[in-house]
């Protein structure tokens, strides 16, 4: 062999090692997944079209985190940002957590999806001897127990003197809505009632089974299971919300007794490491499983078929060909893709968690003011950006449904006042109205006469506190002192032929209110005294 011919042998060795090497790397090497079409400034436009001061947001693909990082500023009028690790209340984002942990004791066979829950709790009752039969642990997930929307709220929200055991007791008095797995109607105090399950199983309280075996696992290291934590100081999101035509500040919801409902508090980077365990079909980072496979397909399968209604024309390409509600989550499809979903909403938080399992795509919106149209917006944007699909202006849609939404309720108020016959006079002097009222389900409230007016208090509500405004014959309005609430009722005195009060019934004044002020539900008798 020639010199030359040497020396080229030994250049083909080293470039064919240096392409084996390169090669190696290259395999070697993690696969980034491509960031969301111009995120930042979809964020920042998403911010200010819809006024939120704050947001953590965390997208996973394929296995991974893309981003986990946040947004804007935790208090309106101070420099602090919101960053990664900053806490938000997540809701009704906890129900997933709830669902995931029967599922851990279903997998360890310690109880069955379709266990009636009286042969766990033998003293939990609904108002139809047959529902308190036949309401299994999975019925405990699914919203189909015939409650109506938000049946029982009013219990704990606002925060309440009952505890969660008292909470849980009293809902043998409410009346359901529609029978027994006949119908859809979204309610949290059943989840209450899986809080109490989980402890009586395992012996742990809802918290502590939550904290360590979901969060620990999860490494979920920042996140807390406590409504209550909102309270605390630390890397936290001030919630805000508009009351009376402005967005500030207003007080975090501190009650835990419905935590098993909506109690935990996290973030952008724990989300994340959620939102993969959930794709991964219960496995964990370091490849165990959190939960077994088949747990994860019943938490992502429809069992309760929900309506399905046209969207808004400008959000046209939201028709869905399905919509239900798995254990914990809701399912519809979005451009031909299965779309696992859910929302959470306290005072002056709301969040969004949406997965769509076929692309391993994952993405948590979290937010310190109550617009729905910012988490709605920013995520079909980062959905569009994943798919390739075609452009739609997200934020302009939104906008337009939104104000058509605020001339409905306009509308809705004035027809309201139309109808109103001011120059009507209540039947009774005010006296007459005053007394301890009773519903079978809440409890007690009080009407006093104070100052020549008068006043009424939820007993077990401190927070419900109003001022009675005559509006048309018997029928007064409550301007309730706190009002951050936002819930102004209508209350409506019925007679008996003699003139003494038989009834008095109660309906939000606007259409807007929180369904969990289910004032509609409430039928008041007066307390009679009783004779010497």
Do not use: C
Request: proline fraction near 6%.
């Amino acid at each position: 062999m020639s010199v030359r011919q040497s020396k080229a042998l030994a250049l083909t060795l080293i470039l064919f090692a240096s392409l084996l090497f390169s090669g190696q790397s290259l395999q070697a090497a993690p696969k980034k997944s491509p960031l969301p079409s111009k995120l930042d400034a979809a964020a920042a436009r998403v911010m200010k079209a819809f006024e939120v001061p704050g947001l953590g947001l965390a997208v996973v693909k394929d296995g991974r985190v893309v981003v986990a990082k946040g947004y804007g500023l935790k208090k309106l009028g101070e420099a602090a940002p919101v960053d990664s690790q900053t806490l938000f209340g997540i809701a009704s984002n906890t129900k997933v957590f709830t669902a995931a942990a029967l599922g851990l004791l279903v997998d360890e066979g310690k109880i069955a999806w379709d266990d009636p829950v009286v042969s766990i709790l033998p003293a939990f009752q609904m108002f139809d001897p047959y529902v308190t039969r036949e309401l299994t642990v999975r019925d405990l997930l699914v919203h189909r127990s015939g409650l109506g929307l938000g049946a029982g709220d009013l219990l704990w929200w606002p925060p309440t003197t009952y505890d969660r055991k008292e909470i849980a007791r009293r809902l043998r008095f409410i009346r359901p809505a529609t029978s027994f797995r006949s119908a859809y109607a979204y309610d949290n105090v059943l989840y209450l009632v899986a809080g109490e399950l989980i402890e009586a199983v395992s012996g742990k309280a809802w918290e502590d089974f939550v904290g360590d075996r979901i969060l620990g696992r999860v490494r979920m290291m920042t996140s807390s299971v406590r409504h209550s934590d909102a309270e605390r100081k630390g890397n936290l999101a001030t919630p805000h919300a508009r009351v009376e035509g402005f967005v500030r500040t207003v007080k975090p919801f501190g009650s835990d007794n419905t935590n098993p409902a909506g109690g935990i508090m996290s973030n952008a980077e724990d989300m994340a490491k959620w939102m993969l365990v959930l794709l991964n079909e219960g496995r964990l980072a370091d490849g165990t499983q959190l939960f077994s496979k088949a747990t994860a397909r019943e938490m992502m399968t429809i069992i309760t078929p929900q309506p399905n209604p046209d969207p808004a024309p400008e959000l046209a390409a939201l028709k869905s060909n399905f919509r239900g509600y798995g254990l914990g989550l809701g399912l519809h499809d979005y451009r031909g893709r299965k779309v696992v979903t859910h929302t959470g909403g306290l005072p002056g938080y709301l969040s969004k968690v949406t997965l769509l399992p076929e692309l391993g795509l994952g993405i948590a919106v979290l937010t310190n003011q109550e617009s729905g149209e910012a988490f709605s917006s920013l995520t079909w944007h980062i959905v569009d950006s994943y798919l390739g699909a075609p452009p739609t202006d997200w934020v302009e849609a939104y906008l337009k449904v939104r104000a058509r939404a605020e001339a409905r309720t306009a509308e809705a108020l004035k027809k309201s006042a139309d109808v109103r016959d001011a120059a009507s006079r209540p039947s009774l002097t005010l006296d007459k109205y005053a007394g301890t009222y009773r519903d079978e389900w809440y409890g007690d409230i009080e009407i006093r006469l104070q100052g020549g007016k008068l006043v009424l208090s939820f007993i077990p509500t401190p927070s419900l506190v109003g001022d009675l405004e005559h509006w048309s014959y018997d029928t007064f309005v409550v301007r309730w002192r706190d009002r951050e609430l936002r819930a102004d009722a209508t209350l409506a005195f019925a007679l008996n032929p003699d003139g003494t009060i038989d009834q008095a019934k109660m309906a939000p004044v606007s259409p807007e209110t929180d369904f969990s002020f289910d004032f509609q539900d409430l039928l008041l008798r007066p307390v009679r005294k009783k004779n010497n």
